[in-house]
């Protein structure tokens, strides 16, 4: 293998924090690729670039605080210097906080153990001289016998001397001696380096301090984290709403032209209602993503993340989660979709996987049509406590049983499946800092567009689908029905029709006939679309007062009994709090946990529990209220 | 836990107080971890301050931050040094 002709392997290394992803972004751009390690969470990213002519691939490693592997993320950087994923990296770039250069050399230390050509670029070297720091580089070159270098890596100085020296590792010295092994020898080891290398030590920031006086306060921290958190959960709830609210028209605008562009027919249909519907349904995530990705980078960047997580740890530590998984919760009320894909900053693999499976349970804003079309139809509207209705007291129960069921669901799991991973809980709190511009565009834009690229395939899949269940077989309406009774009459005998019946037996219990049983089959696309498949099969003339009546009406031909009495609305307005009938949740959960697996059974849990409490809900309501 | 005279555990420290590592939980993955992180014997250790409600706790060491739940700093055996000898 001559050195010609393959490129240069360099692996970044470093601890979270140490400035790694900002030199990665400074040295490689926009060209990074992102992925996922194959069998594991952790995400790689690589960018291809020239050094002086020479073409290299920059590696950026997961942050680690020790070559020991603990977490999946070590154990990645583990296998990648083991050259198990691909070959293995030709030489190391060993990124380190020049105000924690002590912590710092501890990993240093075991790297050099590796006997990789080996370099060290320190970052922050103008926040050390800020702080009244001050070190001889040239003797910490000497004392370890590596090459070094400082950098800005957001302003770019420093870059010009590192992607020269980042040419040509063959050249770079190497260590006359490797650093002992045991933590203490290398405690040790560092102390006697930093003796040789500090001239000044650098003071604590006081712009840290001052902050932390006030958002780490016991009552102004905890008023500041509540302040953060609605803000927070009002953007994604909110302020992505407009832009959805374009999309969706812009969607729609897009099929009507597409049918007027096409003949009528078949071909038509599966344009406008099968691509363009399925393309909506990825687009329309994407201001709640982008916005999501953007304040999660922000707080994460600035700093306050950290914090954030610090103040609430406790309350999440008690169900057995982490601090992080509050920020993850909240924003499910959204969207699970921006919440699972929030999971990113919990580092604890067993923490993160019961977070991501406890999502869905906290009520997302695709429930809200079904449940104000069936709180809006059946529950009366009367005053019940001062200005409170009984309809809001409905939606509030909602509400609290999703949040209840997601707290309970998860402390179950961290005592079974997900039990203790023996991983010591400790968390950094970086000094705060303001982040580049650049590096938090590029970092929204990468997660934005691997969304797009490994969820949104399978989200338009699956819409394309659920299209065909929908229209398949298709079958000519009697003569003389009007429109509406024609598409109710098609749907009726399409797949999803039969499905309906099919699952019949199934939900019986439950209270549902089959038409609820196709708008069951047809919400896997979204929750919300069963309203507007409900709309269909009652050929309803709108989907607010007309689908209303329409389903107060129904009587079931056999029995002659209502379709629609207290209990079987009961029953689905529990079915809902519970089940996972959400296809980009799963596609999204598919893409974090990197496996089929997890959401196969977020899947079958939630559908077991939403069937045990429908039933349960059903008899409850029937005995009390006196029969079906 | 040890039973020789008077154990002080980074958790038993109140925020403000300043210590030094004595020693840690040998040869668990997270009294491992521990050292890792630079909780060698000897290493100062200052006490930040509480969460809000109590743990975690944020201790600063070899020049940067970081918090700790009782559970872990407990494992963390230590001697006082306020007002000892200042920190290197």
Redesign the interface.
Known sequence: MSAGVLPLRLGLVGSPNSGKTTLFNALTGLRARVGNYPGVTVEWREGAVAFGGRRAVVIDLPGIYSLEALSPDEEVVERVLAGEFAPRPDALVVVADACSLERSLLVLAQVLRRAFPTCLVLTMTDELRARGGELDLPRLERALGIPVCGVIGHRGIGLDALRRLLAEPERWPRPPLLPPESAPDRSEWAASILAHVVRRRPGASRTTDAIDRVVLHPVAGTLLFAAVMVTFFQLIFAWAQPAMNAIDAGVGRTAVLARSALPAGLFADFVADGLVAGVGAVVTFLPQIVLLFALLYLLEDVGYMARAAFVIDRVMGRIGLEGRAFVSLLSSYACAVPGIMATRTIASPHNRLATILVAPLMTCSARLPIYALLIGAFVPRQQVLGPLGLQGLVLLALYVTGAVAALCVAAALKRTLLRGEGLPFYMELPPYRVPPLRLLASQVWGSASAFLRRAGTIILAVSVVLWALLTFPRSEAPAGASPAEASRHALERSFAGRIGHALEPAIAPLGFDWKIGVGLVASLAAREVIVSTLAQIYAASDEGTGLRDAIRADVDPRTGRRVFTPATVASLLVFFVFALQCMSTLAVMRRETNSWRWPAFAFSYLLALAWCASFVAWHAVAAWTGGA | MATSPPTLLLADLEPGSDARVEAVEAD???G???????F????PVRVL?R??????V?Y?L????????R??ALRIRVQRSDGGEPP?
């Open positions: 668990t993955p997270i491992r971890r521990l050292l890792d992180l630079g060698v014997p000897g290493t301050r969460a809000p409600l109590g743990d975690p944020e600063e070899r020049g940067y931050r970081l918090c700790l739940r559970s872990e290197q």
